[in-house]
């Protein structure tokens, strides 16, 4: 506790907080524009970091994850297009509240909900870097490939409306994952004979083509019924529609508050990712509504709870890091050198090492949701006005940011190829009710789902009645199980009550009329 003291006071300078600011904001601005995320925004500013203050320079990178995973929800909500994968659930209610003319309430929530979702899980990473070093190393290969498959078979049968169509996308993510050399081998899979594929394909431009080009294309051929949408949705009449009421506040917080613990969890176990998080934590809060089958219709409960869980696992994503020096997010990977470069060398050692130092990352790091929230609120009036732009002007330059952010990503026009090829897998996924979203979740738990059951394998060597010997695994294989028997029956009676209800109402439909025969 000392040492944090000290941390805020090194941190409460000028200077400092300074740059945790232009980390914040330039995140918030980099996460509203689609295609360019905190991955892309991150890689770009460690130059920058050259030549300041280590504290400075890694809240300067953190501020850039904070603020890009709350600006992300204002394309979301504003044009149903995601700037992050992470935040396709806060469109799915986002954007009809922002038809509905409630755009200034959707993106006040999602404010909030990422605020409160970040400083908690900040907390949570203060509270448990530490302890959690020991436990941890509990999770090893076995576990860890029973957790992915968990997650991609849970996400799976929630993202869409039949699990088999989310589990095929699943599989279909996970086959594109394996593209690129092999790793025992080092011998070229799925290529094509293709050299700019032996790296693989690379997540930036397949995300921004299957999320945002996809859209796009969708949203132009609908652009004059969308404009005239705008221009009658732009202001509520009411002020309720421009603020969050105390009612919705009362339904939201434990909403808020799940989201969180689902984020904290996600973040924490490497591998999963703030997709898997935000998808759980609107699911969870679906079937634990009265009425889940408003949801898609704006309702502002599924804006917080996907908020919450996406800014919470960016956080807690650092307790491995921390803890063990081992990612457990893309972020996290990429601040490895970012700590490298400044003297720090994530592990257990560095809070023996260097104590103080880890206290004054921590203090920026809350600073950092403070900063969020005036920024954030401050700008919302501003962002809130995209909606006002044509779609014919929009859609121009959303596609242009598109090619510069898959650009950046390997400095290669190939990468713009990969992009609108997977624009246009992401099309006909939409046309016909597959689930993207489950596809980009599989494709980037894919290497890890390989990697950790190849070395399964070799623990228990071929011979499944080792499994025993790994009661996580045996946990998370049993919950594996019990998701696909629920969600199929959860499945089979909604069709039997919507069935039923048809029925119903086509007897009703018959029976007037034969009263009036």
Same mark, same amino acid.
């Given at each position: 506790?000392?040492?944090?003291?000290?941390?805020?006071?090194?941190?409460?300078?000028?200077?400092?907080?300074?740059?945790? #600011?232009?980390?914040?904001?330039?995140?918030?601005?980099?996460?509203?524009?689609?295609?360019?995320?905190?991955?892309?925004?991150?890689?770009?500013?460690?130059? /920058?970091?050259?030549?300041?203050?280590?504290?400075?320079? =890694?809240?300067?990178?953190?501020?850039?994850?904070?603020?890009?995973?709350?600006?992300?929800?204002?394309?979301? =909500?504003?044009?149903?297009?995601?700037? %992050?994968? *992470?935040?396709?659930?806060?469109?799915?209610?986002?954007?009809?509240?922002?038809?509905?003319?409630?755009?200034?309430?959707? @993106?006040?929530?999602?404010? !909030?909900?990422?605020?409160?979702?970040?400083?908690?899980?900040?907390?949570?990473?203060?509270?448990?870097?530490?302890?959690?070093?020991?436990?941890?190393?509990?999770?090893? $290969?076995?576990?860890?490939?029973?957790?992915?498959? +968990?997650?991609? #078979?849970?996400?799976?049968?929630?993202?869409?409306?039949?699990?088999?169509?989310?589990?095929?996308?699943?599989?279909?993510?996970?086959?594109?994952?394996?593209?690129?050399?092999?790793? %025992?081998?080092?011998?070229?899979?799925?290529?094509?004979?293709?050299? &700019?594929?032996?790296?693989?394909?690379?997540?930036?431009?397949?995300?921004?083509?299957?999320?945002?080009?996809?859209?796009?294309?969708?949203?132009?051929?609908?652009?004059?019924?969308?404009?005239?949408?705008?221009?009658?949705?732009?202001?509520?009449?009411?002020?309720?529609?421009?603020?969050?009421?105390?009612?919705?506040?009362?339904?939201?917080? $434990?909403? =808020?508050?799940?989201?969180? @613990?689902?984020?904290?969890?996600?973040?924490?176990?490497?591998?999963?990712?703030?997709?898997?998080?935000? !998808?759980?934590?609107?699911?969870?809060?679906?079937?634990?509504?009265?009425?889940? %089958?408003? +949801?898609?219709?704006?309702?502002?409960?599924?804006?917080?709870?996907?908020?919450?869980?996406?800014?919470?696992?960016?956080?807690?994503?650092?307790?491995?890091?921390?803890?063990?020096?081992?990612?457990?997010?893309?972020?996290?990977?990429? @601040?490895?050198?970012?700590?490298? @470069?400044?003297? /720090?060398?994530?592990?257990?050692?560095? !809070?023996?090492?260097?104590?103080?130092?880890?206290?004054?990352?921590?203090?920026?790091?809350?600073?950092?949701?403070?900063?969020?929230?005036?920024?954030?609120?401050?700008?919302?009036?501003?962002?809130?006005?995209?909606?006002?732009?044509?779609?014919?002007?929009?859609?121009?330059?959303?596609?242009?940011?598109?090619?510069?952010?898959?650009?950046?990503?390997?400095?290669?026009?190939?990468?713009?190829?990969?992009?609108?090829?997977?624009?246009?897998?992401?099309?006909?996924?939409?046309?016909? &009710?597959?689930?993207?979203?489950?596809?980009?979740?599989?494709?980037?738990?894919?290497?890890?789902?390989?990697?950790?059951?190849?070395?399964?394998?070799?623990?228990?060597?071929?011979?499944?009645?080792?499994?025993?010997?790994?009661?996580?695994?045996?946990?998370?294989?049993?919950?594996?199980?019990?998701?696909?028997?629920?969600?199929?029956?959860?499945? /089979?009676?909604?069709?039997?009550?919507?069935?039923?209800? *048809?029925?119903?109402?086509?007897?009703?439909?018959?029976?007037?009329?034969?009263?009036?025969?």
């Amino acid at each position: 506790m000392e040492q944090l003291i000290v941390g805020f006071q090194n941190v409460m300078t000028p200077s400092t907080l300074f740059w945790v #600011t232009v980390g914040v904001t330039l995140g918030y601005v980099l996460g509203a524009l689609p295609g360019l995320g905190k991955a892309t925004g991150i890689a770009v500013a460690i130059p /920058m970091t050259f030549y300041l203050a280590p504290v400075a320079a =890694i809240a300067l990178l953190i501020g850039i994850a904070k603020g890009s995973a709350a600006g992300s929800a204002v394309s979301a =909500i504003l044009l149903n297009t995601p700037g %992050e994968p *992470s935040s396709a659930p806060t469109a799915l209610d986002g954007y009809p509240l922002a038809r509905q003319g409630k755009a200034q309430k959707a @993106l006040k929530m999602g404010l !909030f909900a990422s605020v409160i979702g970040d400083f908690l899980s900040t907390i949570v990473l203060i509270a448990l870097a530490a302890p959690l070093a020991h436990y941890a190393l509990l999770i090893g $290969p076995v576990e860890l490939c029973s957790i992915l498959l +968990f997650s991609l #078979t849970f996400i799976g049968g929630l993202a869409g409306r039949s699990m088999l169509k989310g589990l095929i996308a699943a599989a279909f993510g996970v086959l594109f994952a394996t593209v690129g050399i092999e790793t %025992e081998t080092f011998i070229p899979r799925l290529t094509v004979g293709l050299l &700019e594929l032996d790296d693989g394909i690379s997540l930036v431009p397949m995300a921004i083509g299957m999320l945002a080009v996809a859209e796009m294309i969708l949203q132009a051929g609908n652009a004059q019924k969308i404009d005239r949408e705008a221009t009658a949705i732009t202001d509520g009449a009411s002020p309720d529609d421009r603020r969050v009421t105390p009612a919705e506040w009362r339904r939201c917080l $434990p909403v =808020i508050g799940r989201g969180t @613990l689902i984020g904290c969890i996600v973040g924490i176990l490497p591998g999963l990712g703030a997709s898997v998080g935000s !998808f759980l934590s609107y699911g969870a809060t679906q079937r634990a509504s009265k009425t889940p %089958e408003a +949801f898609g219709t704006g309702m502002i409960e599924g804006v917080a709870a996907a908020e919450s869980a996406d800014n919470a696992v960016v956080p807690s994503s650092f307790v491995p890091l921390f803890a063990l020096g081992i990612p457990g997010s893309v972020i996290a990977a990429i @601040l490895i050198a970012a700590l490298t @470069l400044h003297g /720090m060398t994530p592990g257990p050692m560095m !809070f023996v090492e260097q104590p103080q130092l880890v206290a004054d990352l921590y203090a920026a790091m809350l600073c950092a949701s403070v900063i969020l929230l005036i920024v954030g609120y401050a700008g919302q009036r501003i962002f809130a006005q995209v909606i006002r732009v044509p779609v014919r002007l929009i859609i121009p330059v959303v596609l242009f940011l598109c090619c510069i952010g898959a650009y950046m990503e390997t400095n290669s026009l190939f990468s713009i190829y990969v992009m609108l090829a997977f624009a246009l897998l992401g099309f006909f996924a939409r046309k016909l &009710e597959f689930s993207f979203v489950t596809f980009l979740i599989g494709f980037v738990i894919g290497p890890n789902l390989e990697l950790t059951f190849r070395q399964s394998l070799q623990i228990l060597d071929h011979d499944l009645m080792r499994l025993p010997g790994h009661p996580i695994a045996l946990v998370f294989g049993a919950l594996t199980v019990a998701t696909v028997l629920w969600i199929n029956h959860s499945n /089979m009676r909604a069709a039997a009550s919507k069935a039923g209800s *048809s029925a119903s109402r086509t007897d009703r439909t018959a029976n007037t009329e034969h009263t009036q025969i």
